[in-house]
């Protein structure tokens, strides 16, 4: 019994199958995602190896590293072996590969189609748990003026100023907007209130010259673009 027990232990394996020998000879593309997460929680138990408890992890969440970047300390700490120090280090990972994807998005300066504007904002409201309305704004050669979070709400939806969008706009010298919001709950289907306030803001910005070149709902890896459906 005991040597069954023993054999849990990383310590225990051949070389190529410890992830901190196989990152160190092979390099890190090479290791899987429960083994690059083994190597964070550091540790497994007398029954169970990190590699065996970073699976079990990974299969609560479906295998997708997006979700479980969704996953606060306190909810990584429900799992049988995971405490505070290694819950704080998942989630602190988790973040910095966030944050590395958003330093990408810096060089998104000017917008050629609605896959940029996918790419610039993902980073910023893909994962997030409730919603937030954002502005692109645009100069005459669609270029990136200035980008900024209009409204936040709940995940029931969000208020958006038309007025403020606009004065914005004028005071930026903005000739095109891009309108943008996530849908927390993963549909990609525009609603009601979605269609009516991009008319509004279509309507209002047409007085002032501005144009509304697209309208994003942006989900976990797509996104469903107004203008691509030609129905805006």
């Known amino acids: 019994m005991q040597e069954k027990l023993a054999s849990f232990s990383i310590k225990n394996w051949a070389d190529d199958d410890r992830p901190r020998e196989k990152l160190v000879q092979k390099g890190s593309s090479v290791l899987s995602d429960a083994e690059l997460i083994a190597i964070l929680i550091g540790s497994g138990s007398r029954n169970e190896s990190a590699v065996e408890l970073a699976k079990r992890i990974l299969a609560s969440v479906d295998h997708n590293l997006n979700e479980l970047g969704k996953l606060s300390v306190n909810q990584l700490m429900r799992f049988k072996g995971i405490g505070e120090a290694k819950a704080v280090t998942i989630a602190a990972a988790l973040e910095v590969g ?37 502005i692109i704004y645009l100069n005459n050669s669609n270029k990136v003026v200035h980008k900024a979070q209009l409204s936040k709400g709940g995940i029931t939806g969000t208020l958006v100023d038309v007025r403020l969008v606009l004065r914005q706009a004028l005071e930026l010298g903005a000739v095109g907007i891009i309108l943008a919001h996530n849908h927390p709950s993963g549909t990609l289907k525009p609603s009601a209130a979605d269609k009516q306030i991009t008319q509004k803001l279509k309507t209002a910005s047409e007085a002032l010259d501005i144009k509304v070149l697209d309208h994003l709902i942006i989900a976990q890896h797509d996104y469903y673009s107004f203008a691509d459906k030609g129905i805006l």
């Open 98 to 134: 966030r944050r590395r994807r958003a330093e990408d998005t810096k060089k998104i300066t000017k917008i050629t189609g609605s896959n940029d504007v996918f790419e610039l904002l993902y980073p910023m409201i893909g994962e997030l748990q409730h919603e937030e309305f954002w």
